[in-house]
């Protein structure tokens, strides 16, 4: 196995229906920059298509993006199964790793406004933030437990040995943190 991993996430591409819903949301009330915006003509699939990509950075360089077509058609075609499970989590969400205050100041961003779609768990190991963006994607801003380091050198050493106990059908909780640790955020 190659030793070598990826430096950090590039961008994270999101089909939406409104560039500007989207800019609000990540810009005014996240808090992140929009960086670019491409307006392009693009052969995707065998089809020749035209569309906005849009880029919201992160303070690694890193960022999310975000599609919109012009036709109809191929915007439908690209925003079949949002991935939301109806009355559940997504099947799939993006997370950052943030600092308190930073999820503090989303927090009350998002309250200001009266935005409905967010809640906060506390897994122990760190509290997330979670919010549903205009189009259906989750995202997840994490303040890792001051002992993260720790936490994640125990969670290695046996990450192997879980996920075996896993397979073999033994699915109780390793997560010792969550239950004794619930109150350092």
Known sequence: MDDKLPLRL??????VDDQEATRYFYEDLIGLPLLATW?????????????????????DGSALAFFQFADPEDQKEFTRDRQIVPDTLPRSHVAFKVDQETQEG???????????DSFVTDHGYCVSL??????????????????IEEIN???????????ARWLRGDHTSNNHWRSTEASWG
């Open 10 to 15: 590039h961008h994270h591409a999101w089909t």
């Open 39 to 59: 307006t392009e003509v693009e052969e995707i699939l065998g089809k020749e298509r035209v569309l906005c990509h849009t880029f919201y950075g992160m303070a």
């Open 106 to 116: 989303i927090q009350k961003r998002l309250t200001a406004v009266g935005w409905k």
């Open 130 to 147: 979670y919010v549903t963006d205009p189009d259906g994607l989750m995202v997840e801003f994490a303040v890792d437990h001051p002992a």
């Open 153 to 163: 050198a125990e969670r290695r050493e046996t990450a192997h040995a879980d996920l």
